[in-house]
């Protein structure tokens, strides 16, 4: 539910509805909008589109992930005034491609890795003007682009990989002129803590994914045994504890997500000195390598109960893995059992689904031959234990038509979904 709350308004509303446009015929005294309920059901409809890229320069977008309610796709793109200069974005099926922008500082180029719930809150790097060092930020809509920096801390540099579900806290890997790097998780209370180090040599580590709460972490830490990556799993109890070695391959793995109820981890793990493949942790069970007939294959992203796995790799191709199907060929999804057209795009890559399992973000070449980040609605997803979030859609209002000497004025209220209710 979305309401706009202006200091005043006086008279009546007229509205027409139809789909997901509405107008609203209203006689005023002064121009104010009264408050607008809407509600909406989900329109379930199957697709597949590219999310295009900024204006000018040359053609580039890359999509890193998707929302857990699947509505706000985040990423890269080149800007409108170079043609080697990246920029943080958001996309929205209403909105569109734009740029995060620089929050007023000196920033050489930006990319955003992770979307909290409905879009509120986005977490990544920027690169400042004459450094070669990433700068971790949080953005939000009301106060943009904001550097996360604590000096007192140890806190100069460093990179924000994800953001929990209600935006609360954020992971990543820091680190100062004196201080190595180590996986960190923030928050607005009580700023930075320092993850730590499976290796007393205090070697690096990094946090990539959290659960929704932000009470569970994964990353990696350098352990020191043969080639000394091992993945741990952070939470507030225990604090950080190394998973092990992975079976039958080297000592060497690197975890990409990790479900929302922080139960299961998914990455890549080296099962040979050129050679890796998907590795699966569950809580409970360890490890599992369902893949050893594709070669290299890396397994990006999962669902909230960790059921459903997004993979890929240069012969298996984009796939979905879970206990019941094994892999399933993604573009055969979209064209065989959705008929969706996909005709013209090649090396497709599935950087992040939902927490649901309908909607997905990737990248691939598009059929005019450039890189494009997509996004993808499967609306009937596998069995996924999630639950469900309250909705609050996204809509925008604006002046369809207004006369100065008469007492009505006409806006278009237009939204994300099907609008199957409005109360004024």
Do not use: K
Not at 16 to 21: A, E, F, H, Q, T
Not at 37 to 54: K, R, Y
Not at 89 to 118: C, F, H, K, Q
Not at 365 to 377: K, L, T, V
């Amino acid at each position: 539910m979305s309401s706009l709350h202006p200091p005043l308004c006086r008279g009546f509303i007229r509205c027409y509805l139809s789909g997901r446009s509405l107008v609203l015929i209203m006689a005023v005294s002064g121009l104010f909008l009264s408050s607008v309920s809407v509600s909406s059901a989900h329109a379930q409809t199957a697709s597949f589109q590219g999310i295009g890229d900024l204006p000018g320069g040359i053609f580039d977008s890359r999509a890193y992930d998707i929302s857990p309610d699947g509505s706000v796709v985040v990423g890269r793109s080149l800007d409108t005034t170079a043609t080697s200069s990246y920029v943080a974005i958001m996309w929205t099926e209403l909105g569109g491609i734009v740029p995060l922008g620089d929050g007023g500082m000196s920033v050489t180029r930006s990319l955003a890795r992770a979307v909290s719930i409905n879009g509120e809150v986005i977490v990544g790097q920027f690169y400042p003007e004459n450094s070669s060092s990433p700068v971790a930020f949080r953005w939000t809509i009301s106060t943009g682009m904001v550097a996360l920096v604590d000096t007192a801390a140890g806190f100069e540099r460093g990179q924000a990989f994800d953001v929990s579900s209600d935006g609360q806290y954020i992971v990543g890997v820091g680190s100062s002129s004196i201080t190595p790097n180590q996986a960190f998780r923030w928050n607005a209370s009580t700023g930075v803590t320092w993850l730590g180090w499976l290796s007393a040599n205090l070697l690096d580590s990094f946090a990539y994914g959290t659960s929704a709460d932000g009470s569970a972490i994964c990353g990696l830490s350098f352990s020191g045994d043969e080639f000394g990556v091992e993945v741990f799993r952070w939470t507030e109890a225990d604090g950080i504890v190394g998973l092990g070695d992975v079976p039958g391959g080297l000592f060497y793995a690197i975890p990409h997500g990790i479900s929302e109820d922080g139960t299961t981890i998914v990455g890549q793990t080296r099962v040979s000195a050129s050679m890796e493949e998907i590795f699966i942790w569950r809580e409970g069970t360890g490890y599992i390598l369902p893949d050893s007939a594709h070669g290299y294959s890396v397994a990006t992203s999962t669902t909230h109960d960790g059921s459903i796995v997004a993979a890929g790799g240069p012969t298996i191709g984009p796939v979905l893995w879970d206990d019941q199907n094994g892999f399933r060929n993604f573009a055969d999804i979209l064209t065989d059992d959705y008929g969706l057209d996909i005709d013209g795009w090649s090396a497709i890559s599935i950087a992040a689904v939902s927490a649901d399992g309908t909607t997905f973000a990737g990248e691939g070449i598009n059929p005019d031959g450039n890189r494009e980040g997509w996004f993808a609605r499967l609306p009937v997803p596998s069995a996924v234990n999630v639950p469900t979030p309250v909705p609050r859609h996204r809509f925008s209002v604006t002046l369809a038509g207004a006369n100065p000497f008469v007492s009505r004025a006409a806006f278009r209220l237009q939204s994300d979904e099907n609008l199957s209710d409005v109360r004024a």
